[in-house]
């Protein structure tokens, strides 16, 4: 049994080839398809296309005009960072560096 379907999915974008990692300009090459279905099992898409009745799940999402992009990396997140950092303005204005403001945690 799979974990998860995600489907009625408005915008499915995918990358036009999954065989290999992409380079350069591939990188823009886009599938968009409309009406799609992601499949998750063990924590990993087992299926993502063209709309399916094929599978199910023990979960299930109606993604009804929504855009899912599964593919879609973003590798700069700082992890360190999260959560709020407005008050390091503050302290940057009274001449605090940012390794001090580093050690304050």
Same mark, same amino acid.
């Given at each position: 049994?799979?974990?998860? @379907? @995600?489907?009625?999915?408005?915008?499915?974008?995918?990358?036009?080839?999954?065989?290999?990692?992409?380079?350069?300009?591939?990188?823009?090459?886009?599938? @968009?398809?409309?009406?799609?279905? $992601?499949?998750?099992?063990?924590?990993?898409?087992?299926?993502?296309?063209?709309?399916?009745?094929?599978?199910?799940?023990?979960?299930? @999402?109606?993604?009804?005009?929504?855009? $899912?992009?599964?593919?879609?990396?973003?590798?700069?997140?700082?992890?360190?960072?999260?959560?709020?950092?407005?008050?390091?303005?503050?302290?940057?204005?009274?001449?605090?560096?940012?390794?001090?403001?580093?050690?304050?945690?």
């Amino acid at each position: 049994m799979n974990d998860l @379907i @995600i489907q009625n999915i408005k915008e499915l974008i995918l990358p036009k080839s999954t065989e290999r990692p992409l380079k350069g300009k591939e990188l823009d090459e886009l599938n @968009i398809i409309e009406n799609g279905t $992601v499949v998750v099992k063990n924590g990993k898409i087992v299926y993502a296309g063209e709309h399916s009745d094929a599978y199910e799940a023990t979960e299930t @999402i109606d993604a009804t005009d929504k855009v $899912v992009s599964p593919a879609l990396v973003e590798a700069h997140t700082h992890l360190v960072h999260g959560g709020s950092r407005e008050h390091e303005m503050s302290l940057k204005r009274q001449g605090v560096s940012y390794l001090e403001i580093l050690e304050q945690g």
